[in-house]
């Protein structure tokens, strides 16, 4: 009986390390753990032309608008089309250093507005005013604030 029950008390416990495995995958998939690391992930990104960088934290409004058909595309198909408008292109920053400081953060939990100043090698190149949403436990770029 004893034995029986170790067993059992075994099955659920690897059980429960595997349920947990897996939801910290989805969970890691996409997404980013902030508002601003959403902002500043996606602008990096962008800045270097890395198609599932950007499609990784883009929210579902910045996915169409990146598609241009107005239809919201699957994250696999957007990136092809992406990779494949960035075919001929070099980012005028790759190779080189890029980083960012935050001059202004607001979140209500929901969304938020992040103002990065950024610079690559160490002069900065660019200020960009960054809307961001909460879907779930995740925060994710949703466009520039106008």
């Not at 075994?10 to 690391?37: E, K, T």
């Not at 890395?50 to 990146?66: C, N, Y």
Request: charged share 25%; aromatic share 8%.
């Amino acid at each position: 009986m004893k034995r029986k029950k170790a067993v059992i008390i075994g099955i659920c416990a690897g059980a429960a390390v595997i349920v947990l495995f897996m939801a910290m995958m989805i969970i890691g998939s996409s997404g980013a753990g902030s508002s601003v690391s959403a902002a500043r992930e996606y602008i990096e990104a962008s800045m270097l032309y890395d198609a599932r960088g950007m499609v990784k934290v883009a929210s579902d409004a910045q996915k169409t608008e990146l598609y241009r058909t107005g239809e919201l595309p699957s994250d696999r198909e957007l990136i092809r089309w992406l990779n494949e408008s960035y075919s001929k292109v070099t980012s005028s920053y790759a190779g080189m250093k890029i980083t960012f400081t935050v001059s202004e953060a607001h979140d209500d939990g929901k969304t938020g507005t992040v103002v990065l100043n950024i610079y690559a090698d160490g002069k900065k190149v660019l200020t960009r005013s960054c809307a961001t949403v909460k879907v779930g436990l995740r925060w994710y770029y949703d466009g520039e604030v106008k």
